[in-house]
């Protein structure tokens, strides 16, 4: 009995590279095809980088007002921080100057009082 060799193994192609080999085949047939394919494609990559720049300006769009916003908020709080301080600064005095009034309501009550007893006790002494 012979021996028989076992046919040699052709290299299988990936499912990638069969495609490109069948678009190859295709742009050989048709070259006019081809062509308009090839610039519908070109014309889509540059739409594709138009949409791109629109999405950047966008984006830098929104961070210069994200920014102003933040701008803004602070420049708020920062005065109703100030604000504050005025309305308790001034809180502050008027119950200063309400102490100082009660204090001084309560020096000329006892002034009044002791010129009123200094004039019972003048009284007494000229009846006597």
Excluded: F, W, Y
């Amino acid at each position: 009995m012979g021996k028989t060799v076992a046919p040699a193994k052709k290299e299988k192609l990936t499912d990638s590279e069969k495609k490109k080999l069948k678009q190859a085949n295709k742009a050989k047939a048709n070259p006019e095809k081809s062509a308009a394919k090839k610039e519908k494609n070109i014309a889509k990559v540059e739409r594709r980088g138009a949409a791109d720049v629109r999405e950047k300006e966008h984006n830098e769009a929104m961070k210069i007002l994200k920014a102003k916003q933040v701008a803004e908020q602070e420049k708020k709080e920062k005065e109703q921080k100030l604000e504050r301080e005025k309305r308790k600064q001034e809180t502050k005095e008027r119950i200063e100057r309400e102490a100082k009034d009660k204090k001084e309501a309560q020096e000329l009550k006892l002034k009044d009082q002791s010129s009123e007893t200094e004039k019972q006790s003048d009284d007494c002494a000229t009846e006597t």
